[in-house]
């Protein structure tokens, strides 16, 4: 049983350690990407939400290295119950980082696209050209944030609450066992 206590715990701890290096990764993109177009931009508005989704990208950047996971893995002398507990954590912990995704996640940028999108609407505005197509990419934003909520929140919280249920269910198994 340890065995595979520590073999879950490392599992579940690589997935997370993958997962938050490569939305690092997409996040330093995002923040050159946006600080380019910011340098670009026709107007102060339009600079300001490019600007605001750079910011964004270095935040999320900084909020999944500083609090994307606990430390997991105690040291291999521990007991299964330490293993045990210490995976119950974690299971915890990206439960409450997933639950609030649309926090710190998506409404940073999510605002600077905004702006983004009412200075390009000026823009348009000023050259006398209509600005309704903006609302096209207003809405396919939209749609794709509400998207990556609905992953996160919806289907990634029911994964982690799936595997942590097995394992109190192994927990309290083990528990009747002794009894």
Not at 107 to 129: D, H, I, Q
Request: glycine letters at 10%.
């Amino acid at each position: 049983m340890l065995t595979i206590a520590i073999q879950r715990a490392n599992r579940f701890d690589h997935i997370i350690k993958v997962r938050n290096w490569v939305e690092c990764g997409a996040a330093a993109l995002v923040t050159v990407l946006f600080g380019i177009m910011a340098w670009r931009a026709p107007n102060a508005l339009v600079r300001a939400g490019d600007l605001v989704v750079a910011a964004s990208g270095l935040w999320i950047g900084f909020y999944m290295l500083r609090f994307g996971r606990e430390a997991l893995i105690p040291a291999p002398d521990r007991s299964l119950s330490d293993y045990q507990q210490g995976l119950l954590r974690e299971y915890e912990h990206q439960i409450r980082l997933l639950k609030n995704v649309k926090y710190w996640y998506l409404l940073p940028p999510y605002v600077g696209l905004l702006l983004a999108s009412a200075g390009t609407v000026m823009a348009r505005a000023a050259e006398g050209r209509p600005g309704w197509p903006e609302l096209i990419a207003v809405a396919i934003y939209t749609a794709v944030f509400g998207g990556v909520w609905w992953l996160n929140e919806g289907l990634g919280v029911r994964k982690v609450q799936r595997e942590r249920s097995l394992l109190l269910e192994e927990i309290h198994g083990a528990m009747g066992d002794r009894l």
